[in-house]
């Protein structure tokens, strides 16, 4: 067997082996002699896009055209293309492509049937711009209301709730040969560090996990799901060294390939976060991962990190530090997924339209209006078309919506048109909030609307604050949650207080057809409200 791994490793060249144990990512939306480079010294198993690589649907297509051809050219596997296209917040590409929905949008519908929607028109969307890998579903259970990373990423605070929503995604989105990954393993809900920023401690023991963060990591490997993503988050208790979960032998080969009994490609979020960059050297890092059982390895833009990385694989490759076994298996269940998923064989069709469906809008529109939640309050029945709409928004809502439609002020004058006689619009910021707001409603009358929108209040108090001073100056008041439905416990002296679990065009649209109709939306809230937020 050792003489066997030895020729194999030889045979493979352990340059190309190390570099295949990597994806990696980069700057610039064309492809260029240094991204040629990048291929040529990294060598990776694949690339990921993010928003700074990305204009259009035609121009993303063209992008992966090139890197995938280039690739092939320079003799290295078919490249394994990802993205985060989760939906709502994480959602990198904002033209010509359909918005979808956060998942905690779709866990509000209350029915698993509209997470496959989504992810077929995901799926749809993803494969014809030569997309062959998405990082979702979002698996975690989001237990804790603190939590300033996961929150509307997820489908409900319920486990089976969310086992049931991942499946249908998993099985929908890979129908259409893109890999679903699930992520965080073994969970991100219950913290209160964003792993970004810090290392994340979860002091609970594994039956807890079991009972609740497992369980839809447990539904997504029954529904042969490509892959699944670790968490940068320590569970002393399952693992006393502290390490976070992406370097743990204990919680990677012990929890999820031993107990959960799962055998797919496993991926590590990435590598420039502090929980992992700020506490752990490089060589550490390879050596400590690839013996918990990480197949490939996430760098999202540091250059330089990809290229110490690799070298680092081949140092331990050679010396030893490192069981060869575990990366040549890392590298078969690459291949293994490359031919499930007929990347050897699949190719770009030439002439296909870059226009995706109105068909695919009128899908997930109808997903946005069956997860509208009406938490407290009533719908109101004034008079519009006599009525000033007033309206309040959060300038990080402004911005995120301004990616889809432009002038955010002109779209809702767009949506209002002929349904009201007047609309004004007021963005705000939560460090400069507005000094005296009433003055701005000096001319409100009794038939007027003001519409005030909140984004994750919680973590911003200062909306809060502006707010209550509103709320003083004005009747026919609606308080549009549009971020975590937790902060609804501070609102409720509202008329209305609509949860949408995030804000695309869509949901704004749906929103406003539900104010316009005066009924009460079908969505039900997919968490507890805590008082304690």
Not at 361 to 383: A, E, Q, W, Y
Request: proline letters at 4%; charged letters at 20%; glycine letters at 6%.
């Amino acid at each position: 067997m050792c003489y066997y791994v030895s020729v194999l490793v030889v045979y493979l060249k352990i340059d190309m082996l190390a570099g295949q144990m990597l994806m990696v990512g980069f700057d610039g939306c064309e492809f260029s002699s240094e991204h040629l480079e990048l291929l040529k010294e990294v060598k990776p198993s694949g690339i990921i896009l993010f928003g700074r690589n990305m204009v259009d649907s035609v121009q993303v297509r063209n992008l992966i055209s090139d890197f995938k051809r280039s690739a092939l050219s320079l003799g290295l596997p078919p490249l394994i293309v990802a993205v985060d296209y989760e939906g709502g917040v994480v959602f990198r590409i904002g033209k010509d492509v359909t918005p979808l929905p956060s998942a905690m949008a779709i866990g509000a519908t209350g029915n698993a049937k509209y997470a496959e929607i989504i992810a077929d028109v995901a799926g749809k969307e993803l494969r014809w711009m030569g997309f062959n890998m998405n990082l979702a579903p979002v698996a975690d259970v989001n237990s804790n209301p603190m939590n300033p990373i996961i929150g509307v990423r997820s489908f409900g605070d319920d486990p089976k709730l969310v086992a049931s929503f991942v499946k249908s995604y998993i099985s929908s989105l890979q129908s259409h040969m893109v890999m679903a990954v699930a992520k965080h393993f073994p969970g991100h809900g219950a913290t209160e560090v964003d792993s970004h920023l810090d290392l994340p401690v979860v002091n609970e023991d594994v039956d807890i996990l079991l009972r609740r963060e497992l369980i839809p990591f447990k539904a997504a490997i029954n529904s042969n799901v490509a892959a699944i993503m670790t968490a940068h988050v320590s569970f002393p208790k399952i693992d006393p060294s502290g390490l976070p979960a992406t370097l743990s032998k204990a919680i990677i080969n012990g929890l999820l390939r031993e107990m959960l009994g799962y055998d797919g490609l496993v991926v590590s979020d990435a590598l420039e976060m502090k929980a992992i960059s700020d506490r752990f050297d490089v060589e550490e890092v390879v050596k400590c991962s690839v013996n918990a059982g990480v197949d490939l390895l996430l760098i999202s833009r540091d250059v330089d990190l990809m290229v110490n990385v690799k070298d680092c694989y081949v140092k331990v490759l050679k010396d030893g530090s490192v069981d060869k076994r575990h990366v040549l298996k890392s590298f078969q269940r690459l291949k293994n997924l490359r031919a499930k998923f007929y990347l050897y064989y699949s190719k770009l069709k030439a002439n296909v339209s870059s226009t995706f469906s109105n068909k695919h809008s009128c899908m997930v529109f109808n997903v946005c209006k069956r997860s509208l939640t009406l938490i407290s309050g009533s719908p109101l029945h004034i008079d519009f078309s006599a009525s000033k709409f007033f309206i309040f928004m959060p300038n990080r809502l402004k911005i995120f919506l301004s990616k889809f439609v432009g002038n955010v002020e002109k779209y809702f004058s767009k949506i209002l048109a002929g349904k009201v006689r007047a609309v004004r619009f007021l963005s705000y910021d939560d460090e400069h909030l507005i000094d005296d707001p009433c003055s701005y409603l000096i001319d409100i009358g009794k038939d007027d609307l003001t519409i005030f929108f909140l984004y994750n209040a919680i973590f911003n108090r200062g909306q809060l604050n502006l707010y209550r001073k509103i709320r003083s100056c004005t009747s026919n008041l609606i308080a549009v949650v549009a971020g975590i439905p937790y902060d609804a416990v501070h609102v409720r002296d509202a008329d209305a207080v609509y949860a949408t679990y995030g804000l695309t065009p869509l949901q704004l649209k749906a929103l406003g057809w539900t104010v316009f109709k005066g009924i009460k939306p079908s969505g039900t809230l997919p968490v507890k409200l805590s008082l304690n937020v």
